[in-house]
Nanobody
């Protein structure tokens, strides 16, 4: 199984970036896909997830109304559109795949079986 994340880079505060993650080697339509991030010196934190069962989306309070997660099962990809970026969004972003579909489990990194390599997002003020 491989999850290949891309799209990170440098953005100014208030700007936008779009992250993508392409999955291979798994039955993508049966996995909920999430994004996590880890800032320097901090623990990895949940950002967003889209359930495989009903495509419901869930977001952390810190990104709600600014970030949008979507998936394309035909292309085995999940995307994260990030708008109104803030310096505190600076982190390495990871995509991950989980066999669960209920949010009570999906906000925890422990329920994800597969992880991408991470892509760095830097937001300057």
């Amino acid at each position: 199984v491989q999850l290949q994340a891309s799209g990170g880079g440098l953005a100014q505060a208030g700007g936008s970036l779009r992250l993508s993650c392409e999955a291979s080697g798994l039955r993508f339509s049966l996995y909920s896909m999430g994004w996590f991030r880890q800032a320097p010196g901090k623990e990895r934190e949940f950002v967003a997830v889209i359930s495989y069962r009903d495509r419901k989306t869930y977001y952390s309070d810190s990104v709600k109304a600014r970030f949008t997660i979507s998936r394309d099962n035909a292309k085995s990809t999940v995307s994260l559109q990030m708008n109104s970026l803030k310096p505190e969004d600076t982190a390495v972003y990871y995509c991950a795949a989980s066999p669960y579909y209920d949010y009570s489990r999906l906000s925890s990194a422990y329920t994800y079986d597969y992880w991408g390599q991470g892509t760095l997002v830097t937001v300057s003020s």
